[in-house]
C-alpha cells in the first residue's frame, strides 16, 4: 500500500507567534465572494416574486431535475411513512433507537413557564411557549444525512412546535428513503425535496405550497449560509453554519489509530473540514503521524480526507493541559474530544466548545449519530457566543408582568425619576398617574 506524502502543519504553544500562527492556519476569514452574494441575492429575489414557479425552476437547474411543479417536490406523509417501513429492518431499528435516544436527551432541555410573587401582591415571570412553525433545511450534496433530519426535527418536536416544514436536497438513489424515513420518525409535518438559497427563501418568504416559516434551523453550503444571513430578520435563525471541525485533546495515552481514524471521521466531511489535534507528548504527535500514514490508503474516502488534512490539519504541542485547554479555547471548535485519563480536570478549563466528548471511549462520532445531544453545532469560533442547537431553539419567552397598586406606585418613583432624565415625560406621567391614584385611593 502507497503511503501518504504529507506531514501535518504543527506549531507548538512556546512559539513567541503561536497565536498568530494559529489563526492564520485556521483561516476563518468570513469573507464571501461577490458572486455568491450576487447569485443568493437573485435567487431570493426571485421566489420573493415568482414564489413556486422559481423553486421548480431554480431546483431543475441546480440538482438536476425534471420537476415540472411543486407537486413533484412534494413529499407526501404516506411516501415517508412507506420509506420507513421498507427500509430493512437493521435499518429501521438503528434509525428508532438513534431517534429515542435524541429524543430522550432532548426531553431534559425543556423549559417551563415560571412565575414568583412579591410582597405587594405583584407577580414577575415568564411565559415560555413554542414556536408555531420552523423550518429544518436537512443538507446533501455529497452524501444523504437522516441523522441531520432526526437532530434537527426532533428537538422541534420536543419542544411542540406544531408545524415542522423539512427541506432536503434530492436525495440520491435508495438512501434517500433513509432521510425521508428519518422525518417520519422526527415527526415532519411536510417534507419538499429541494436543497439551495431556494428552499431557504421559500421557507422565509412562503409560496403558493410552502408556508412561510418563523424560524429556519440547519446547516449547509456557502449558498444555504448566505441566504440564511440574508433573511434573517424576517425569519429567525439557528446560527451561521461553516465547514465542520474537530479538536482532540491527548495525553498520549490513547491508540493512535484511535486518534487517526477520529481525525479522519472529521476530514472525511469534505475538504474544507478541520481537524486538529493537541497533546502534552511530541511523541504521540509522531506515532498519529505514522498512523495516518498506515491508516489512510484503507479509507474509502481518502482523497477528501488526504486534502482536509493536508491543508486544513494541524498538530499542536502543549506542554499540560491547562496550556493545551487555552489552545482549545483560542479555537474554540465544533467537537471536542478530551481524550486524557482524567477528563473532568481538563473540563475545568474550557470555555468555548460546542460539544464535548470526554473520555478515551467518546468518540466524536458517537454524537454525530446516536448519543442523544444535536450534533447541529457552532463552527468557526463562533463557539463563543452560540451554542449547540436544542429544545430552547424552538421555545420563545414572554416576560409576565403583573403591579399591584402598591407595587405600581412604588415602581412609578423610579420610573418617573428615570424616564425625565430621558426627556421621556409621556412615561413619567404614565407611571405617575398610577402612584397618583395609589395616593388618592382610587386603585
Known sequence: MTKSKFTIKQLSMSDIDFEQKLFELLDRDMLIADTVTTVVNEILKAVRNRGDEAVVEFTNQFDGTNAESMTDLIVTQEQMADAL?????????????????????????KQSSWQYEEPDGSVYGQKVSPLERVGVYVPGGKANYPSSMLMLAIPAQVAGV????????????????????????????????????QAIAALAYGTETIPQV??????????????????????????????????????????????????????????????????????????????????????????????????RGIFIFAEDFEKAARASNLIAPEHLEISVEHPDAVLNYIDHAGAIFLGRYSAEALGDYCAGPSHVLPTSGTARFFSALGVYDFQKRSSIIFCSPSGAAKLAVTAAELARNEHLQAHALSAEYRLNAKLQGKE
Open 85 to 109: 417501513e421498507s427500509l430493512p429492518n437493521k435499518q429501521r431499528q438503528a434509525l428508532r433507537h438513534a431517534a429515542e435516544r435524541i429524543r430522550r436527551y432532548h426531553e431534559r432541555q
Open 214 to 311: 418563523d424560524k429556519i434551523t440547519g446547516p449547509g453550503n456557502i449558498y444555504v449560509t448566505v441566504a440564511k444571513k440574508q433573511v434573517y430578520g424576517e425569519v429567525g435563525i439557528d446560527m451561521i453554519a461553516g465547514p465542520s471541525e474537530l479538536t482532540i485533546i491527548c495525553d498520549g495515552k490513547t491508540d493512535p489509530d484511535w486518534i487517526a481514524m477520529d481525525l479522519f471521521s472529521q476530514a472525511e466531511h469534505d475538504e474544507q473540514a478541520q481537524s486538529i489535534l493537541i497533546s502534552t507528548s511530541a511523541d504521540f504527535l509522531i506515532a498519529v503521524q505514522s498512523s495516518i500514514d498506515k491508516l489512510l490508503p484503507t479509507m474509502d474516502r481518502r482523497s477528501i480526507i488526504e486534502s482536509s488534512l493536508k491543508h
Open 162 to 197: 406544531k408545524e415542522i416544514i423539512a427541506t432536503v436536497p434530492t436525495p440520491y438513489g435508495e438512501d434517500g428513503k433513509l432521510v425521508f424515513a428519518a422525518a417520519a420518525l422526527a415527526g415532519v409535518s411536510r417534507l419538499y425535496s429541494i436543497g439551495g438559497a
